[in-house]
């Protein structure tokens, strides 16, 4: 039986922060990350207590290994802990809504996710109970990582 995700299908570790552009000054200060510009979506998210539209704003490192910094949403699993530390190891995957239904068969609880027509779709979160979060992404969705990332850089005058 294969896994459900492929190890080399992992692109990024993703950090929720209290404040996204202090925390990517900071990276920047103290590791010398270069960054993507800061990127949001609203999307239609199911949770644990119900569907809600949520503003995501996030933020990808340029060079590899990728960070995903994530700014804070109180109330969803996109909060910030007192020390923070990774949240969730995202992977890119073939099909979300395939993907998501082996993540749970594996003991990985879906925690969140985007839907389109009631399914899961764009992204999943699955948290084992040992708090291990993992994010799958559809590659659809960013067929040429680095080509995104290029896209997505800030553009100096």
Known sequence: MTPPLDATDLYHTGIVV???EVWKARMTEVAGHRW???LSARLPVRL???ERVLELRYAYSLDAPHIELV?????TPWTATEHIATHHLG???DDVTTTS???EEAGFALEACAIADG??????YHLAPSGVRIEIVDRARIPDL???LRSKAPTWH
């Open 48 to 50: 644990a207590d119900g």
């Open 18 to 20: 209290p404040d996204l």
């Open 71 to 75: 700014q804070e949403i109180p109330g």
């Open 101 to 103: 239904k082996r993540l």
């Open 146 to 148: 680095d080509a995104y």
């Open 119 to 124: 399914e899961p779709s764009i992204f999943a």
């Open 36 to 38: 993507t510009e800061t």
């Open 91 to 93: 992977y890119f995957c």
